[in-house]
């Protein structure tokens, strides 16, 4: 007998069984953000295939930031999405993508949806069944009429709350883009006071690339300085890693933003204030 438990039940991290077990409901919507390749070698059974690209503006010196209302709209439509629907994002390299997909969620006021804890390494991991053939949705008529406030901040944003003690920064870049010794904008460097945490450690590389223990993660973070009591913006060169650090500031139960111009907009503004080196 078909498995019709209510989706909407799912929480926000959701483990490969548990998604297996309500693949038959009619109300979700798997979204694959992998590559084309990987998605072509095996994705999950009923997963739509969505480029990373419709999903960004792509243009400079805000290229992460998201595109127009109705390229949003047209794009959901054709995927099928309802306000009813609950959406399942994934994708192959430990959330970066399906946290942006699931940011966008937010913005576009959609409030139903999980992330595949490990998207497509954790479910080949757990040895559950995959397709290869491409999955084409039924289209619907889903019409983005505003964006939502409260998930995102702008450069003016973020420079009106610098120095508050209530405010942090989370900078999701590697290393050497941190401290600016690789320099991808027109400036290297960090904002100041920006807390340095790349996301691919926030990655369980021995399980699947799932989302580290969330009290060891909270730990962590708490070390560096980033805590519940704060507002938190975090980004990174295009709001693609920092997707991921979004999504594990909701599974904390932060107050979490993006900051979707990122560095590519700080580091090429020439009047915006930028340390260099290993410290915030």
Not at 13 to 38: M, R, V
């Amino acid at each position: 007998m078909p498995n019709t438990a209510s989706a909407p039940e799912l929480g926000l991290l959701i483990e490969p069984e548990t998604l297996a077990a309500h693949l038959t409901s009619s109300n979700l919507l798997i979204i694959d953000q992998s590559s084309q390749d990987t998605y072509r070698q095996h994705h999950v059974p009923g997963a739509v295939h969505v480029d990373f690209k419709r999903l960004q503006l792509g243009v400079a010196p805000t290229p992460g930031a998201l595109p127009s209302l109705d390229a949003l709209s047209t794009l959901f439509s054709e995927i099928g999405l309802t306000p009813d629907t609950h959406v399942i994002a994934y994708d192959d390299e430990g959330g970066g993508w399906a946290g942006r997909l699931i940011w966008i969620l937010d913005c576009i006021g959609h409030t139903r949806y999980s992330y595949l804890n490990g998207g497509i390494h954790a479910w080949l991991q757990a040895g559950l069944a995959t397709e290869q053939e491409e999955h084409v949705a039924a289209s619907s008529h889903y019409e983005v009429t505003e964006l939502h406030d409260g998930f995102s901040l702008t450069k003016e944003d973020i420079l009106q709350r610098l120095g508050r003690p209530d405010f942090a920064i989370w900078d999701a870049r590697s290393a050497a883009e941190y401290s600016g010794e690789k320099v991808i904008s027109a400036r290297g460097g960090h904002i100041p006071g920006a807390i340095h945490f790349e996301w691919t450690a926030g990655m369980d590389k021995e399980r699947g690339l799932r989302v580290l223990d969330l009290e060891v993660f909270r730990t962590q973070l708490q070390q560096l300085g980033l805590n519940q009591e704060q507002e938190i913006v975090t980004h990174c060169q295009t709001h693609h890693r920092s997707g991921f650090t979004y999504l594990v500031g909701k599974l904390l139960g932060f107050n979490i933003k993006a900051y979707a111009g990122s560095w590519s907009e700080w580091g090429n503004d020439p009047n915006t204030p930028i340390h260099t080196g290993k410290q915030p």
